[in-house]
């Protein structure tokens, strides 16, 4: 890489903006350069680099060999996103780096890097909440306007928002306890299948019987827009035990059934849940309405169709960017700082790497803290 500093003034100039991207929230380490310009926004290199093999054996992500991964590979991945955009440091604009929230010491390690790239280049450095990366990525593949309702559905954080703005967001809802793909990954260690437990359990389900067991819909009965799915994994393992009782182990028929039940019953309370979040932001008369949904399990294709219904059904645009996007990358953080820096929000290196770091920061914190990080 060529780290020679660069004769710029401490903020870029209008008009286009290059900027790198770094994000080590959890368990991918990834790099990536995007650009704006007349012509609108571009991808020039997104490189993800995935730790799944080093915490396989565990079960799930583990905190302190995270950290070490990332520390061992993210220059790695800031050189090969440079490479293939064919770009030198030299030709950024900024740098931005997911600052929180997240697992700590991969934060830490991401943060480390891109002070020393930037006190290096003298590049202006944004520390970007990776939530607000997730939020914005419908803006940088289809040009959102706002504003927009979300639903961000991953494995650490499941909220309905009202984007309003780049920096202006409105909880409607959120889990209390498990996220959607935590618990995705729970109900795969229950049932032996592979991790990351969304993939795994959407394959299985595509041969079951969705309403073979009566699982419960979490919440449903209550007004509002908050989400449960604790119960509902644990209606899983109840389930689950009296098969193994009954059968004297869990047959494929059974793993089935029950992964397509338990995929049908977060599908319906998110589908549900999003009906009502629709309601109170179609109140706001938006000329463009849309329903967007962005997070890693957005990639699963049942829930995106019974979302898409639902927008149907109520008179709005469905938006789900491509699964490259949707799960943990950098070039949503690239673009998170582009946006920061087109609305001219003030730029400020001093920033901390933090666990939680909520979008609205007006409404009460969500309760409990994920596997896959710190809920906001």
């Known amino acids: 890489m060529n780290a020679t500093k660069p004769a710029r003034p401490t903020l870029p100039l209008p008009g286009s903006l290059t900027v790198l991207g770094i994000e080590s929230s959890c368990d991918d380490t990834a790099a990536a350069v995007v650009r704006h310009g007349g012509d609108g926004a571009a991808i020039l290199s997104n490189v ?3 730790q799944g093999t080093l915490h396989a054996a565990f079960g799930g992500v583990v905190p302190e060999i995270a950290a070490r991964a990332h520390a061992e590979k993210l220059d790695l991945a800031v050189e090969a996103a440079l490479d ?6 030299a030709d950024l ?5 997911t600052a929180g929230p997240g697992l700590i010491g991969g934060v ?12 290096a280049t003298g590049l202006p450095l944004l520390g970007m909440n990776h939530l607000a990366g997730h939020a914005l990525t419908p803006r940088l593949t289809d040009g959102l306007g706002f504003p927009y309702l979300l639903l961000l559905v991953s494995g650490g954080h499941c909220q309905f928002l009202l984007v309003s703005g780049v920096d202006a967001y ?3 809802g959120g889990t209390i306890d498990d996220a959607p793909g935590e618990a995705f990954d729970k109900v795969a260690r229950l049932l032996g299948l592979a991790q990351p437990g969304g993939p795994a359990v959407e394959a299985e389900a595509a041969t079951g019987d969705p309403v073979r ?9 209550r007004p509002g827009c908050d989400l449960s799915f604790s119960g509902l994994k644990t209606a899983v393992l109840r389930a689950r035990d009296g098969l193994v009782a009954a059968h004297g182990g869990l047959r494929r028929s059974d793993r089935a059934d029950l992964c397509a039940g338990f995929q049908g019953a977060v599908t319906d309370v998110l589908a549900q849940k999003a009906r009502r979040a629709l309601v109170e932001y179609m109140a ?3 000329r463009d309405p849309v329903l967007a949904v962005a997070g890693g399990v957005a990639a699963n294709r049942v829930l995106r169709a019974a979302l898409e219904a639902v927008a149907h059904d109520t008179g709005a645009r469905f938006v789900a960017p491509p699964l490259a996007l949707c799960t943990d990358n950098a070039a949503m953080i690239a673009w998170a700082g582009i946006e920061h820096l087109r609305a001219g929000l003030p730029v400020a290196d001093d920033f901390v790497a933090r666990p939680r770091w909520p979008l609205d920061t007006h409404s009460p914190a969500l309760i409990g803290a994920g596997r896959k990080g710190a809920k906001a």
Do not use: E, S
């Open 108 to 119: 830490l390690a991401g943060v480390m890097l891109a002070r020393g790239l930037a006190a």
């Open 213 to 221: 067991f009566a699982l419960p819909r979490p919440l449903l009965d």
């Open 93 to 97: 604009d900024a740098i931005a780096v």
């Open 284 to 286: 706001l008369a938006p």
């Open 48 to 50: 993800v680099m995935d």
């Open 84 to 89: 293939t955009a064919g770009l030198a440091l």
């Open 170 to 172: 409105t909880r409607l």
